[in-house]
């Protein structure tokens, strides 16, 4: 069975750091983009970043590069996303997804699978 669950979520104040995890299960990460996306409360599903987790090629949103890196560990089958300088507007529930290799990174309908989601609040 296809899982994905990410951790690492919580409270931060403006200007901290946090790294969330998104353990894969069911599939190994060679022939899979791993995508990190963000939603705030009634608003839109946001792409903020992707890995190609064969190469490990990396992409970002304007909003967030230079800020957050991804990464991938392929022996413990685990993508991560580091947040550094971490604004109130970086609030919302994130979420790691996976999708076949191929063209594409940051629209949520090319994903397969999901993870359940985890809470990043950003405030002093």
């Known amino acids: 069975q296809v899982q994905l669950v990410e951790s690492g979520g919580g409270l931060v104040q403006p200007g901290g750091s946090l790294r969330l995890s998104c353990a894969a299960s069911g599939f190994t990460l060679d022939d899979y983009t791993i995508g990190w996306f963000r939603q705030a409360p009634g608003e839109a599903r946001e792409g903020v970043s992707c890995?190609?987790?064969?190469?490990?090629?990396?992409y970002y949103a304007n909003s967030v590069e230079g800020r957050f890196t991804t990464s991938r560990d392929n022996v413990k089958n685990t993508v991560y996303l580091q947040m550094n300088s971490l604004k109130p507007e970086d609030t919302a529930v994130y979420y790691c997804?996976?999708?076949?290799?191929?063209?594409?990174?940051?629209?949520?309908?090319?994903?397969?699978?999901w993870g359940q989601g985890t809470q990043v609040t950003v405030s002093s």
């Open positions: 997804a996976a999708k076949y290799l191929g063209y594409g990174c940051y629209n949520p309908d090319d994903y397969d699978y």
């Open positions: 890995i190609r987790s064969s190469t490990g090629s990396t």
